[in-house]
T-cell receptor, first 117, second 114 residues
């Protein structure tokens, strides 16, 4: 499968614990995005990488959230001291950069569903 | 702040009925517009997109959408729906200077009955 993959698919944790999610983008894509989707809402942008550089972070991303893309390939999203309000689906998407193709369609992964008890 | 509004949260139709899902965005500059679809148990996938040119765009599976700049709208249409169109549909926009980040509406859940 050459699509975007995410791991784990589901995570249940207790409030106060730290969690880390992984995203593997499509191999030739140098842009990577994280979104969060809560029940009854569309995905909301969290952060974005161009290669290993994190270029934008949403105000939704509190200090408890950190994302990395150390070698410009896979990315991790860590949430420290989880709260019940962090329960959501965390989506990863990847795309080409301008100049590498027509529109840089974002391809989405299956998401990681986080439940904080 | 930029935002996207989808008028209907739930739509129920019978097969062969016509579909129109409303989408409005709030941004005065240049936009790129999208409709994404999520079938049950599957990933979000692109249905169609508008960048420039002909405001009537055609996507996969017989869907089309019309960009009306004066109304800030990008409504999705299909003349005759099928049971397999049962899914959640999201309208999204990328604004100029927005780093390619998608701003989504809340989604419309469509159920098509045989």
């Amino acid at each position: 499968d050459t699509g975007v993959s995410q791991d784990p698919r589901h995570k249940i944790t207790k409030r106060g614990q730290n969690v880390t999610f992984r995203c593997d983008p499509i191999s030739e894509h140098n842009r990577l995005y994280w979104y969060r989707q809560t029940l009854g809402q569309g995905p909301e942008f969290l952060t974005y990488f161009q290669n290993e550089a994190q270029l934008e972070k949403s105000r939704l991303l509190s200090d408890r959230f950190s994302a990395e893309r150390p070698k410009g390939s896979f990315s991790t999203l860590e949430i420290q001291r989880t709260e019940q309000g962090d329960s959501a689906m965390y989506l990863c998407a990847s795309s080409l950069s301008p100049g590498q193709g027509n529109y840089n369609e974002q391809f989405f992964g299956p998401g990681t569903r986080l439940t904080v008890l | 702040a930029q935002s996207v509004s989808q008028h209907n949260h739930h739509v129920i139709l019978s097969e062969a009925a016509s579909l129109e899902l409303g989408c409005n965005y709030s941004y005065g500059g240049t936009v790129n517009l999208f409709w994404y679809v999520q079938y049950p148990g599957q990933h979000l996938q692109l249905l169609l997109k508008y960048f420039s040119g002909d405001p009537l765009v055609k996507g996969i599976k017989g869907f089309e959408a019309e960009f009306i700049k004066s109304k800030f709208s990008f409504n999705l249409r299909k003349p005759s729906v099928q049971w397999s169109d049962t899914a959640e549909y999201f309208c999204a926009v990328i604004t100029s200077g927005g780093y390619n980040k998608l701003i989504f509406g809340a989604g419309t859940r469509l159920a098509v009955h045989p």
